[in-house]
């Protein structure tokens, strides 16, 4: 069997206002529910465990009741960093027998279901796998604003999640970093910091994370063209 | 005197529609006429030269007669490339004195005037530099679908436009791309190909291209939180 971690963040201070982004509406409904539901209609995830702030969770439990989740088995108070907090959400599952794990962010509720499905096919098989998209721009690597480099474009991928990994491996991975006090950009850094191969599972440019305030007019805009 | 060439492609499949991209509507008026407003507004921009498909300069002229664009000094017929294209427009410059060029894509209509004057006053001072936004993804260097590496996101940047470059250099990378057939994935990798180093300025994530028909909407968002 094969588990979900949300990761469910703190106040974000760039939205301008003191409502968690995973509780902005999003044509009337959490953001974070959205997410859930992409999860619950993944045929691939048995449970879920969302990880959020501990003054969140009263608030989050309320919004998965009043909207019906049920695929939900434990919510769990996070830590001080991201980081932490997944590794408070890898420690809490207790079911022996867990295959794969999924650390999704609650902020990328427009996920498909069928991504979330090919991304954890793909750690089920290698061990290790993200959904990432192509870079369409040009990129550079720049040091003290000077163009150092342009990189090859066709080797530049964007990570998006879910991330999907072997419990075994993901233990190993956080197991290293808390060890070595490592801040990473993402899970798979730590998975590539033990050696272990992370391949890419081709998303899309829609399985956008809500950061600024525009992304949920920009979310219900592809939620529209989704429907249609 | 400072000019800036505007880059109008071809028709968008990617939109899905047989109208180029630069002729949609965004709030009733065509992009590449928002385009061209932020050009008038740019102080430090004298002239305006268009670069767009032949089969596309009379409909782009009636649309310049129509909005009343003031700044145009000359609308070229472009190439097969967009390359090709810029070439054809830095050769139709006739003017002596030219210092700086900004080329721009007619496509990204939301660039503020205050971002091109800083843009050029940097290539002004430098020789060459780009518009550009830092990194917020985690980046993947990735080979055959597996991660090599995560990149430096603090080395890691988006390039924008405009890009300008004093008009010695611009021809010198020109003619350099020319002759040994590059195809690069913007004007500034032409310039670090001969080995200028070219400087970046910080834009923000409102200068979108528009590329993909949900573009418009987002764009369309992005203007009404600019007015208000």
């Known amino acids: 069997m094969n588990v979900a ?23 009337d ?10 999860f619950e209609q993944a045929t691939s995830i048995s449970d879920v465990v ?25 919510v769990v108070a996070g830590g001080g960093s991201r980081m932490e907090s997944v590794w408070k959400g890898i420690q809490s599952i207790r079911r022996p027998a867990v ?7 609650a902020v990328r509720p427009l996920v498909t279901s069928e991504a979330i ?39 530049i991928w964007h990570a998006q999640t879910p991330q999907c990994f072997h419990m075994d491996i993901l233990k190993r991975a956080y197991a290293n970093a808390v ?17 272990v191969k992370v391949s890419v599972v081709e998303g899309d440019n829609k399985n956008i994370k809500i950061t600024l305030p525009e992304d949920i007019a920009l979310a219900e805009i592809i939620l529209t ?4």
């Open 5 to 27: 971690i949300i990761a469910a963040g703190g106040k974000g201070s760039r939205m301008g206002g003191e409502v968690s982004k995973q509780f902005l509406l999003l044509n």
């Open 50 to 74: 969302v990880v959020a702030p501990s003054d969140e969770i009263s608030t989050f439990l309320d919004l998965a009741s009043r909207f019906s989740v049920r695929k939900l088995s434990n």
């Open 117 to 155: 499905d090919r991304t954890v096919a793909a750690a089920d098989k290698s061990g290790a796998a993200i959904l990432a998209i192509r870079a369409v721009d040009s990129i550079k690597k720049v040091v003290d604003l000077e163009i150092q480099s342009t990189l090859r474009r066709s080797e």
């Open 29 to 38: 409904i959490p953001v974070i529910i959205h997410t859930l539901r992409r």
């Open 225 to 228: 063209t989704e429907e249609s």
């Open 99 to 105: 295959n794969v794990v999924a650390i999704h962010d």
């Open 179 to 195: 060890e070595n006090k490592l801040s990473p950009t993402d899970d798979s850094e730590l998975v590539e910091n033990i050696g």
